[in-house]
């Protein structure tokens, strides 16, 4: 399948801003996720953004979002040593059923 | 709610041997999937469900078969396990509405030696 692209690692000091980035592929997905997985479990919804919005803020987390260029990406302020996890984007996939199109995730290391 | 569960959580296999990983869910969820995570090439989808007698392939379901007999469960079966399916394979299951967030079982680590 066609893939939805992200870099694989990023290293922050705590206190910093981390900004994770993501192209995706398909121009119908309605909503875009941003899912977290702790070392050793299963991943989490994080966040989301609905297709018709630009900017979702939600705490900590802002998601951008630039359709014209299928292009997401999370900021996450203030990161904390607990923050470090991989990170996935992801998009439905419309050839199957409800199941996504997950990127190859981001691993974020935040050194205190 | 005990959400999505599955077992086992760790598994070895020999190459040849076949098993049946299990997943359930307690949510009502019409939509299940199967994914195995592999390093560098994130999740990738085997098989899913729309729902109870229906399945269809996902990205890479060649060595695996499912079944949906009903709508709680949906295991996966290994029919001869080779060392290419040493994995961690995630199921998931969702409403297949509205935001459709997707919960993630916590996954059964195997090896095929």
């Known amino acids: 399948g066609e893939d939805v692209e992200q870099s694989l690692f990023l290293s922050v000091r705590e206190g910093d801003s981390s900004v994770i980035n993501c192209t995706y592929t398909?121009?119908?997905?309605?909503?875009l996720y941003w899912y977290k997985q702790e070392p050793g479990a299963g991943l989490q919804l994080l966040t989301y953004?609905?297709?018709?919005?630009d900017m979702k803020q939600d705490q900590r987390l802002t998601v951008l979002l630039n359709k014209k260029d299928k292009h997401l990406s999370l900021r996450i302020a203030d990161t904390q040593t607990g923050d470090s996890a991989i990170y996935f984007c992801?998009?439905?996939?419309?050839?199957?059923?409800?199941?996504?199109?997950f990127g190859k995730g981001t691993s974020l290391l935040v050194t205190p | 709610n005990a959400g999505v569960t599955q077992t086992p959580k760790f598994q070895v296999l020999k190459t040849g041997q076949s098993m049946t990983l299990q997943c359930a869910q307690d949510?009502?969820?019409?939509?299940m999937s199967w994914y195995r995570q592999d390093p560098g090439m994130g999740l990738r989808l085997i098989h899913y469900?729309?729902?109870?007698?229906?399945?269809d392939q996902g990205e890479v379901p060649n060595g695996y078969n499912v079944s949906r007999s009903t709508t709680e469960d949906f295991p996966l079966r290994l029919l001869s396990a080779a060392p290419s399916q040493t994995s961690v394979y995630f199921c998931?299951?969702?409403?297949?509405?509205?935001?459709?967030?997707?919960?993630f079982g916590p996954g059964t680590r195997l090896t095929v030696t």
């Open positions: 953004i609905f297709s018709n919005m």
């Open positions: 949510m009502n969820h019409e939509y």
């Open positions: 992801a998009e439905r996939n419309s050839n199957s059923g409800y199941a996504l199109n």
């Open positions: 398909d121009s119908s997905s309605t909503y």
């Open positions: 469900s729309v729902g109870a007698g229906i399945t």
């Open positions: 998931a299951s969702s409403q297949g509405q509205g935001i459709d967030e997707q919960y």
